[in-house]
């Protein structure tokens, strides 16, 4: 029996014209994962609000939507907090008490159950989870991967018959993100229960997904098998989301089912390469002009805390993109912290030799005041030329009368940028800038990046996204316990590692040498 | 810290510090007053360790001379001068009496409200007040943590705007005061914001579907329900002494202490078992460990 039976759903959001969910029909089965991915706005949360019905936003709806076979909205909202669990984005903002296990416990309080039903849940969602160390820890002590496992978790004690997540890794780094969903995946296979899933991140979703749903632009695209489904949405905009192996088998012209792990895309690259050696990279001129510089630096956060930086030395060249990799807690955004000058080292110097160093934050919204986009950046300068430049150089053109709040992620990352570019910086530091992008946000971002480089910036990145340091960066570098053990440019930073290294070398490693992005390995197997 | 008095259940041991404190602050008998200064400085003790007690010595000493020289200066009731004033008021023994053994009942509480503190965590008080209103509890639970999130999305707001020259530190008075009320209204719209989640995250969760229960860590058992009989008779047989007038304290005009009789010593030795209750809990189980090691 399908878990949901979606029938010509069509809805449009008020005051608009164009319909969020254009006519879609589809039946989710019961005890799989199914995946629904789109680019940013193609109505994959939308859609999956309305499988909730406390959740559905108000609007024009058409169509029905069984669950179970039954109407949604002939279940009672006590049933369907119970059978229906829903994980949100944001890890933070949907925990609702102080600590660990009042969070746990909130669902079945709510739902009235006594002591002892509540008690055995608990205890069962805690020790399935293996949460006995966070306990009675505040929530406000834990990491975002932990967060989110509590959301998972709290979701779950409820003992429901589906959980919908609605893209539950995109503020997760990449190992937190990797573990979030093998708990999911083991969660459905312990349990056959049904999980509804939207992620932008796919290169470890896709793989563990049963069904594939693509929207665009509110509509139903593709759904099936996700080798076969892959393949019939080669030309969408979600396509530079996909993850490498799909991409190089379909700009080869593979045929039959795509693959889609790391194993099954060598399996194929084997049998297709001819080419054994990509050219080495054309080393990029850097200028030899120091931009910053952090000398010898020692960090802690407090007198008795262990050191985070310990001797790390740094020189950033003036107009180059410098990538700083590594993993949570190896002092990537104290280093940040230190050339923006929000940190003081307790040994060691840091000089940026009278340049203007300013540093976006990682939240967009945190820069945000005023009631629409043109506004927000008179704010800083009202000069009518640095205001054009900066709106076509962002391109911010279309939003400039649109309030801040409401237009897209990137549009709200781009604002922000803008903002920070008003105050005439030399050095800008991005702390996490690819968090929650997809694939085509991603692109732009890159381009952008390079466009600001053209004029003269120098571009200090911190960042977990090994597919974006490697396609934008001049330079990356490896931090590890305080200090940078490799730095080098990203060809041979990357083709050198191997297990910090992007999907692209992972799949032609021995192949292909020298390769490191999904385009430079097309290439090769084109020739 | 591995007291056994602090793992009872929350009711038993908020009945025991409500009965310690209120007793401290009602009879204002020097032995009393002495037992429970001495209970309580031995519990701190116990919960925080000696040294922590050792600083709290440091203001306790002086604020205990200050109180009682404080009263003497400005309270001249009593009928045994001591000396005069040079403004031709007496300094009286009874003042000086009273005084400090005041300030030794405002110390004792003091310290009592520390162990308080320690022993009665968040969760234990939101257990205790989940069982008088499910919606009280979760109300304050909420509160514990939107409040500390608050104060650190402005700290983070703040750094940011800095980048910008926008913080809350730069700039000239005015200039300031101006980029702190900005700072303050992206924090409004970002509470706004992330409380929408919050609330459809309760909602997803059947909030308001159904009558509200609360969860609660702790359990009921015989060891707390015998600890609250205990208290209660402790308290019914001090109190039963000071109303018969078996102790009996007076300071103005003239001081008066009952002596120790029979009933007197009854009553404080009632008193001293409520007082040193923690101690005795931790006394029997270290024995019962002492007893279990050598069986071994």
């Not at chain 1, 969660?187 to 056959?192: A, I, T």
């Not at chain 2, 919050?198 to 015989?222: C, E, I, P, Q, W």
Request: proline share 4%; aromatic share 8%; charged share 20%.
């Amino acid at each position: 029996m399908a878990a949901f039976e979606i029938r010509d759903l069509s809805f449009t959001y008020p005051n608009e014209n164009k319909p969020a969910l254009d006519n879609i029909t589809m039946s989710i089965p019961e005890g799989r994962i199914t995946l629904i991915c789109g680019a940013s706005g193609s109505g994959k949360s939308t859609l999956l609000r309305r499988l909730k019905t406390c959740l559905a936003d108000h609007g024009k709806a058409e169509g029905d939507v069984l669950f179970f076979g039954k109407a949604l909205d002939d279940i009672g909202q006590a049933e369907q907090a119970r059978r229906i669990g829903f994980v949100f984005q944001h890890p933070d903002d949907q925990i609702v008490t102080d600590k660990v296990f009042h969070e746990l416990a909130f669902g079945p309080e709510s739902l009235g159950w006594d002591q002892a039903r509540m008690r055995l849940a608990v205890a069962e969602m805690a020790s399935y989870f293996g949460l006995d160390e966070l306990f009675e820890k505040n929530v406000a002590e834990l990491s975002g991967g932990q967060k989110q496992l509590i959301n998972l978790a709290s979701a779950a004690v409820l003992r429901p018959d589906v959980l919908i997540l609605d893209e539950p890794t995109s503020q997760l780094d990449p190992i937190a993100a990797a573990d979030f969903l093998g708990t999911l995946r083991k969660m459905s296979e312990d349990l056959g229960l049904t999980v509804i899933l939207t992620e932008h991140r796919l290169e470890e979703a896709l793989p563990m997904a049963d069904m594939l749903a693509v929207l665009d632009e509110g509509r139903l695209i593709a759904f099936g098998e996700p080798k076969k489904t892959v393949m019939q949405v080669k030309n969408s905009a979600v396509f530079e989301s996909m993850p490498a192996a799909v991409q190089i088998f379909a700009a080869v012209d593979g045929e039959g089912d795509a693959p889609l792990t790391v194993s099954d895309a060598r399996a194929f690259i084997a049998l297709r390469a001819r080419t054994s050696v990509k050219g080495e990279q054309p080393s990029v001129e850097t200028c030899p002009e120091t931009a910053a510089e952090l000398k010898n630096c020692w960090f802690r956060y407090e007198k008795n805390a262990p050191d985070i930086l310990r001797g790390l030395s740094l020189t950033l060249h003036k107009g180059e993109i410098f990538a700083l990799l590594g993993g949570n807690g190896s002092g990537k955004s104290t280093t940040a912290g230190l050339l923006s000058g929000r940190l003081k080292p307790y040994r060691g110097k840091v000089k940026t030799n009278g340049l203007r160093v300013a540093a976006l934050p990682q939240d967009p919204r945190e820069l945000f005041v005023k009631d629409t986009v043109l506004d927000e950046l008179k704010e800083l300068n009202p000069e009518e030329a640095s205001l054009s430049h900066v709106t076509e150089l962002l391109e911010l053109e279309g939003v400039l009368s649109r309030h801040p709040f409401d237009i897209s992620g990137g549009e709200q990352q781009r604002l922000a940028l803008g903002k920070v570019l008003l105050t005439a910086p030399d050095v800008l530091l991005l702390d996490e800038p690819t968090k929650g992008m997809d694939g085509e946000f991603k692109r732009r971002f890159g381009e952008l990046l390079s466009r600001l480089k053209a004029e003269g910036k120098t571009i200090f990145l911190v960042s977990h996204d090994i597919e974006f340091c490697a396609q934008c960066a001049d330079c990356c570098a490896l931090l590890f316990r305080g200090e940078i053990v490799c730095r080098s440019a990203p060809r041979k930073f990357f083709s050198g590692n191997f297990f910090y290294t992007t999907a692209a070398a992972r799949l032609s490693r021995g192949m292909i040498e020298n390769a490191v992005l999904t385009g430079e390995v097309i290439e090769c197997l084109k020739q | 810290m591995n007291d056994a008095f602090s793992q009872l259940h929350p009711a038993a041991s908020f009945a025991f510090f409500v009965a310690v404190i209120t007793l401290t602050m009602l009879y204002m008998h020097p032995v009393l007053l002495i037992i429970s200064l001495a209970a309580a400085a031995g519990y701190v003790c116990i919960l925080k360790g000696a040294r922590h007690f050792g600083k709290t010595l440091i203001y306790l000493v002086p604020f205990l001379i200050f109180m009682s020289v404080l009263n003497a200066l400005f309270n001249h009731a009593g009928v045994t001068p001591l000396f005069y004033l040079s403004n031709g008021n007496a300094v009286t023994k009874e003042a000086l009496t009273f005084g400090f053994y005041a300030s030794v009942m405002l110390s004792a509480v003091i310290l009592w409200f520390e162990c308080f503190n320690v022993v009665m965590t968040s969760d234990k008080l939101l257990c205790l007040f989940g069982r008088l209103s499910p919606s009280v509890s979760l109300l304050l639970s909420m509160a514990l943590r939107f409040v500390p999130k608050f104060g650190r999305k402005i700290r983070s707001i703040d750094a940011a705007r800095a980048q910008i020259g926008q913080g809350s530190a730069q700039g000239g008075f005015i200039r300031r005061v101006k980029n702190s009320m900005k700072v303050l209204s992206v924090t409004l719209t970002w509470a706004l914001e992330s409380s929408l989640t919050a609330a459809n995250s309760m909602k997803s969760r059947g909030y308001g579907a159904a009558r509200r229960t609360s969860f609660s860590l702790y359990r009921f058992t015989v060891r707390d329900a015998v600890t609250m009989v205990l208290c209660a008779f402790a308290v019914g047989v001090t109190a039963a002494c000071v109303v018969s007038g078996g102790i009996y304290a007076r300071y103005y005009p003239s001081v008066i202490i009952s002596g120790f009789g029979g009933i007197p010593a009854l009553g404080m030795a009632a008193f001293a078992l409520l007082c040193f209750l923690p101690q005795l809990f931790d006394a029997k189980e270290a024995l019962v460990w002492r007893r279990l090691r050598s069986a071994i």
